[in-house]
């Protein structure tokens, strides 16, 4: 067996889980690369498959030194099967297993339950790759292109994570939902992705950078919640991933940032105090204010509702068994088991909007959702800091959770980015106002003209205020014509 901390690269697959000593895993994952492979080259980035890219690879999972930089050609990306060490002694940290051995086996009676939690994370790791195929094509720099492939790999080895565990534990059916993982695509209209947001189109720049920010932080809270779970394979697969989901939320916040600092010294240059002075802001080839703020409500909208519905007894049944934590459950102080609990949520009670307390248990998926926003509202606080230190008068907000839902309490209601219900004539009318239009589309769009030179940058972003690996800024991260 080869030792957690180090990651044996002889093979096929570089691991740190022993395949070497595994024949039948080994096999099976083998036997599944191909198809992963053809996936890749016909789902994954559209281009650039021959391009020497900048990459990091993961080639241990200490605190330290984790990754090495290199160029690499895309198909040809080492993705490894890499799971945190092993805690000696671990326990089962919450529900009506709390305190027993934390299982090394999948537990007979949760087989199904954990079958799907794996199914449903592996599900959107590939589907962002399908989402984000075009995009290489209207990179605003060397830098962004190469953020965007690191993004991919890293989603692709996310669905190695999950691949590696339903081969592993769940024998005959983990084969059979490994190909399935490969055979849903984003968007198909006859074999979709499982959940709504990962089913929307990502067609540019801005698009991305808000779904990196919003959509990969829902991805962080779910591993996070998995990270503390009884099945230990699963947590240390979990808190390995979290070492890469960082990077990915930097990519959209400062990504979002830079867009919004290259529009405040625009308009200072044109001498443009008005942020909502559209027109003359576009006609500067920079994203105005009002149109980020639409699609922050957009992107904040739909990735609220990943987090199922705010009462759910699948949530309460996941926790229950051990399989699927809080937030940071290790640092939380309450019993860890929740029968007597209550928490406050967000209810549509004779048309409005109100608070009740509900018990703990049903109610786990509103407080990942609210953790979630807690989180997001970090980030919103740095981009305004930017208008801040610029002086311009605007800052960009979180709309209400009732704001532009399809899944849970406001499904059926149209409420406005303030939490006010909206008959549908209403909405219908100020809709524009709040939602990304097509024509505000079709302005991002007309700015999508790649930049390839390296060190040079689309006149609508910023560049960064360092590089890659400490790179110079007129670093070359992507050899294309390689
Ligand atoms: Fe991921
Ligand atoms: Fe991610």
Request: glycine content about 8%; hydrophobic content about 40%.
């Amino acid at each position: 067996m080869s030792d957690a901390t180090t990651v044996d690269y002889d093979g096929l697959i570089p691991n740190n889980v022993g395949l070497n000593d595994d024949a039948r895993v080994r096999r099976a994952l083998e036997t599944w690369y191909p198809g992963y492979l053809d996936w890749w080259r016909t789902m994954g980035p559209e281009g650039f498959q021959d391009a020497l890219v900048y990459l990091r690879t993961a080639v241990g999972v200490g605190a330290e030194g984790w990754a090495r930089f290199g160029y690499v050609k895309m198909p040809e990306y080492r993705w490894g099967i890499l799971l945190a060490p092993q805690s000696e002694g671990r326990t089962i940290p919450f529900g009506a297993h709390k305190g027993e051995p934390a299982w090394q086996e999948v537990p007979g009676e949760y087989r199904a339950m954990l079958r799907r939690l794996l199914v449903i994370q592996g599900d959107t790791e590939p589907a962002s790759v399908e989402q984000q195929r075009h995009l290489g094509t209207t990179a605003p720099s060397q830098y962004d292109l190469r953020n965007l492939f690191q993004v991919n790999v890293e989603e692709g080895r996310h669905l190695w994570a999950m691949v590696y565990l339903l081969q592993k534990y769940f024998g005959r059916d983990g084969r059979e939902e490994s190909e399935e993982l490969l055979r849903r695509h984003s968007g198909d209209p006859d074999t979709p992705r499982m959940l709504g947001a990962f089913n929307e189109r990502t067609p540019d720049w801005l698009s991305f950078f808000m779904f990196t920010f919003f959509t990969d932080r829902d991805g962080k809270m779910q591993l996070h919640a998995l990270a503390q779970s009884g099945f230990d394979p699963l947590s240390r697969t979990c808190r390995f991933m979290l070492t890469e989901e960082a990077h990915h939320m930097f990519v959209g916040e400062t990504g979002i940032q830079r867009i919004i600092q290259r529009t405040c010294e625009a308009m200072s240059t044109a001498g443009i105090d008005d942020p909502t002075d559209v027109e003359r802001i576009r006609a500067l080839g920079v994203i105005d204010l009002p149109t980020i703020q639409k699609k922050a409500n957009l992107h904040f909208s739909l990735t609220l509702d990943l987090f199922g519905s705010e009462i759910s007894t699948n949530a309460a049944n996941a926790f229950n068994a051990g399989l699927k934590g809080r937030y940071r459950e290790d640092r939380l102080t309450d019993d860890h088991r929740l029968r007597d609990n209550t928490y406050p949520v967000l209810r549509l009670k004779d048309g409005t909007v109100a608070e009740e307390d509900v018990p703990a248990l049903s109610s786990l998926n509103m407080r990942l959702r609210d953790d979630f926003v807690a989180d997001t509202e970090a980030g919103i606080a740095r981009w305004n800091r930017v208008l801040e230190r610029a002086g311009v008068e605007y800052r960009i907000r979180l709309p209400h959770v009732a704001f532009n839902r399809r899944i849970g309490e406001f499904a059926a209601v149209h409420a406005d980015t303030d939490g006010r219900l909206l008959d549908d004539a209403a909405w219908q009318s100020r809709k524009a106002e709040m939602l990304p239009t097509a024509d505000d589309y079709r302005f991002v769009q007309s700015l999508m003209r790649p930049e390839r030179e390296p060190g040079a940058y689309a006149g609508w972003i910023a560049p960064p205020r360092a590089g890659i690996d400490n790179k110079p800024g007129d670093f070359e991260y992507v050899k294309i014509a390689a």
